[in-house]
């Protein structure tokens, strides 16, 4: 169907009369042409496309609330448990406690053997640590791991001599007893007895002083074997 000359002549009119900018590119009006920083006639921010807009307006009018300041995020350090202590020597029940002195309150319905126990390694309480210490002699200026659990068990008269850590993962009776738990490897031993731990590690510990102490029990660490003495 042939077009009509009218409508013909209608595009060439209206083509004549488009600006320039909008036949070079389609997003009228041209943002290269009028720079942001330009500033005509009534133009008073230099925006090209809201010349009206007053730059004092935004700090002269309420924007709300501001909302606060975000203060950092402090990491929360894990809550230690405080370990109760008492001051008397002995305790009623079947559980050992701290005492203010670092030594263990002795308690009173624990067999004869667990109070022996205590009652040794009482001794040599807060001795520091020593390399081979309670090997060469049993009462010794210092003690390491096994020197410390074998005082203890020779004072109670539970074992002959001492014995050095690899060779207390095979002592005794095999897991933990109702009273007492060695836990040992080849090189480490700690001894736990009514409740608490003789150790020269301050592993579990948050007093974290070293040498010979009455420590926290932590049960058995990974890579460890866990003993008992027969019938404890």
């Known amino acids: 169907m042939p077009v009509p000359f009218f409508s013909v002549v209608l595009c060439v009119v209206a083509l004549a009369l488009m600006p320039a900018a909008a036949l070079a590119d389609p997003s ?65 029940g079947a559980l050992a406690m701290m005492r203010t ?45 096994s020197g410390a659990v074998s005082y203890a068990l020779i004072r109670s008269g539970l074992l002959a001599g001492p014995m050095v850590s690899g060779t207390f993962a095979r002592w005794g009776d095999a897991g933990a007893g109702r009273w007492t738990a060695i836990y040992a490897n080849a090189g480490h031993v700690y001894l736990e007895v009514a409740g608490l731990r003789l150790d020269t590690s301050a592993v579990g510990d948050p007093a974290g002083r070293g040498g010979v102490r009455w420590r926290p029990a932590i049960g058995r660490r990974r890579g460890f074997h866990a003993r008992h003495v027969l019938g404890l």
């Open 28 to 92: 009228f009006p041209d943002a290269v042409g009028l720079p942001a920083t330009s500033v005509g006639p009534g133009n008073v921010t230099g925006d090209p496309f809201d010349g009206q807009l007053d730059p004092e307006w935004v700090p002269q009018h309420d924007q709300g609330t501001p909302l606060p300041p975000t203060s950092p995020v402090l990491p929360v350090a894990p809550v230690v448990p405080e370990i109760p202590l008492v001051t008397t020597p002995t305790v009623s």
């Open 101 to 145: 002195d670092g030594k263990a309150a002795i308690p009173r319905a624990a067999p004869k053997a667990v109070r022996a126990i205590i009652a040794a390694a009482n001794q040599i309480i807060g001795r520091p640590y020593k390399w081979g210490g309670g090997h060469a002699k049993l009462d010794d200026r210092g003690y390491d791991c």
